[in-house]
């Protein structure tokens, strides 16, 4: 019994990880899939010479892992994330389907980052007045 009062004693002292860096990290690692289907449908299409294809494809997918590493960073994660939106939607100008793929990602990256926001203020809320309560196990 003591071992699971210290471990749960250990639980309790580290405070949860930051939910809208989660949140937007997931969404540009679904995005690298995105892009890398992308490239696919634009190779089969010929829409470009490949070598063309596959560079701004993997600027696209260098970018996205970029910018999903450094979302702990406030501003510059936030920043690099919305501006792959803005290109994942212009590739719309050459892969229709992207106007359609890449609005649903631009409506979840939105949400992502306004429901990590609301997630974090509601916990640093709870931490601040001292109201959270840890659970116990039922008796």
Known sequence: MTSTS???GA???KPPRPARPLFCTSVLWLEVLLVFFAVLAAYGLRVAEPWAIGLVGGVLIVWCAVAARVQRTRWLGLVLGSIV???ILLGGLVIPALWFMGGVFVLVWITAIWLGAKIDR????RRSTGSAQTSSPAT
């Not at 509601?122 to 809320?125: K, N």
């Open 6 to 8: 210290a471990t749960a």
């Open 11 to 13: 639980a309790a002292a």
């Open 85 to 87: 939106q803005v290109l």
């Open 122 to 125: 509601e916990r640093a809320e």
